[in-house]
């Protein structure tokens, strides 16, 4: 076994072979879609009539020339991007959008494509993961009843809110929308104050959207058979679902009002973009180039924690891209496991550069329908979670979709506290500050162990680490890489070793080292 050690704390995994390494350190819409085999079968796994293709600047007069003989012409941007925007966008301003025939496969089309050197994708259905069951309370405050705020020890981090005042992070909420009427959750809504004291019919900010007060509308699926609000694009976010105001509620409900129940980040702003609706036949979806707008919009419009609580079994080149724009742009995306009950995350979870969060009942035990596996960095409460409902109500919910939402809220806490972190310095901070739960260290079930606001907003201001890589325990018969992350106030003094088998008595001393920086990374090629 490895170990870092700092201030005197060793954490650990453990290896199952005498001669293996294991590393430790010192110092979804994700819901249960509850349908049968039959629904699934018959749910589309993209949208018909549209195919998306990425164009290369450099090569796009060929390009062109050789999409016009599959019949592709008049491209449509996938995403809406504005002056300001263009020289950081990078790769996610070349993704356009064709219109084919209904009876042509884009799927097939895109395989097609390929064979010619284009990078072509059809326009993929995420899905929204909740639960069918929900129970309905009055609508009076019931603290009481919200296990997974004790379980996090928000009370505790109230407290210390009470006692410092912090700038707004805004989380941007990519979902089905928000009720922002709703009494619990209109004070903490994102407004775009340039368009409300701004002129109607006017882009007063310059950002590509007129008069989008409360966020946008992104939904534009005509294509499919979806019920209410789906065809066109609009300045309009309202829920009509509900998904998205039952995260929002876990996110950002107002606390200490006298209303409903209190949310895991107290002064985080909450910006309502929807993506998603019903389909007519039951569940929710979202259109991946819908997604993709709204983390661009996201980005350009202040936000530095993304929620998305949804998920599909297919990793695509678009939602690779625009998870990258974010994590390149300062922006934490948060991305809940899946619901699939089985050992492989959905994506955007399955990404390194999202924090990938699997869900825990008040047993601390793994939720039933949770998905877990190799990338899940830590688990926090998603079953049976009171939260926001539409037009006024309160209700529980079960789903990674709700456990996601808490750790956006740590994050959006984290950052207020310390905004100069980056991405991955979130990320490090995130695991290394969780409680440990199932097998010691990290485990494919719990990941770090399980969100709790006060170890982590403490690490925010305490020397933390974390082994970054190999981040599993295995065989080093002759050399490995290592890479660390050395957190919290500085200077932080480090050193690291290695053990051989689950509990060795030896260790020798690999590397020691400190650290100037808030967060630091350092790596390095040990010999055994």
Not at 157 to 183: C, K, L, M, P
Not at 403 to 411: D, E, K
Not at 454 to 462: D, I, K, M, Q
Request: charge should be negative; include cysteine.
């Amino acid at each position: 076994m490895t170990s870092i050690q700092s201030g005197g704390i060793v954490h650990s995994l453990f290896a199952s072979q005498p001669r293996r390494l294991a590393l430790a350190f010192t110092m979804t819409l994700i819901t249960l879609t509850g349908t049968d085999a039959s629904s699934q079968e018959a749910r589309p796994e993209y949208s018909s009539g549209i195919v998306l293709v990425r164009i290369d600047g450099a090569n796009k007069p060929s390009q062109n020339s050789a999409l016009q003989q599959f019949g592709l012409a008049d491209p449509q941007p996938v995403i809406s991007v504005s002056p300001r925007m263009r020289p950081t966008i990078g790769g996610t301003q070349t993704w356009y959008a064709y219109a084919i025939d209904d009876d042509r496969d884009p799927g097939s089309l895109a395989d097609s494509l390929a064979t010619i050197g284009v990078v072509a994708q059809p326009n993929y259905l995420y899905r929204l993961l909740d639960t069918p069951r929900t129970s309905v309370t009055p609508n009076d405050p019931r603290f009481a009843e919200q296990w997974a705020a004790k379980s996090i020890g928000l009370e505790q981090v109230w407290q210390q809110f009470q006692e410092i005042s912090r700038d707004s992070v805004i989380v941007a909420i990519i979902d089905t929308g928000i009720d922002y009427n709703h009494e619990d959750l209109t004070p903490r809504m994102w407004r775009n104050l340039a368009e409300i004291n701004g002129i109607d019919g006017i882009d007063d900010d310059g950002n590509g959207y007129i008069d989008d007060y409360i966020g946008w509308d992104f939904t534009d699926a005509p294509g499919l058979p979806g019920v209410g609000d789906f065809l066109e694009r609009d300045n309009d976010p309202m829920d009509a679902n509900g998904h998205g105001t039952a995260v929002a509620g876990i996110i950002g409900a107002e606390i200490d009002n006298g209303i409903g129940i209190a949310g895991a980040a107290p002064t985080a702003r909450l910006m309502a973009l929807r993506a998603g609706a019903e389909l007519e036949f039951g569940g929710g979806f979202l259109e991946e180039d819908d997604i993709a707008a709204a983390v661009i919009y996201a980005v350009e419009n202040g936000a530095r924690v993304i929620n998305m609580s949804f998920g599909d079994v297919v990793s695509t080149p678009l939602m690779y891209d625009v998870v990258q724009f974010a994590e390149n742009q300062g922006v934490v995306v948060v991305a809940s496991a899946g619901n699939e009950r089985t050992s492989k995350l959905l994506y955007p979870a399955a990404y390194d550069e999202t924090i990938a969060v699997g869900s825990i009942d008040e047993a601390n035990e793994k939720s039933h329908f949770a998905s877990w596996g190799e990338n899940i960095d830590l688990v926090a409460p998603g079953s049976a979670v009171l939260t926001t409902r539409l037009n006024n109500g309160y209700g529980l919910v079960w789903g990674t979709s709700f456990s996601g939402p808490y750790v956006a809220a740590a994050c959006a806490t984290v950052i207020s506290y310390a905004p100069y972190l980056s991405p991955a310095q979130v990320r490090t901070l995130i695991r290394a500050a969780t409680i440990d739960i199932g097998s010691p260290g990290w485990d494919p079930e719990f990941g770090a162990g399980r969100l709790h606001l006060p170890t982590l907003l403490a690490a925010t201001s305490s020397p933390t680490a974390e082994i970054v890589s190999p981040r599993r325990p295995g065989g080093a018969d002759v050399s490995f890489d290592w890479s660390i992350a050395i957190g919290g106030a500085p200077p932080v003094a480090w050193d690291l070793s290695y053990g051989v088998g689950d509990e060795p008595r030896l260790w020798t001393k690999i590397a020691v080292g400190a650290s100037d920086s808030p967060i630091d990374t350092v790596t390095g090629i040990a010999s055994v």
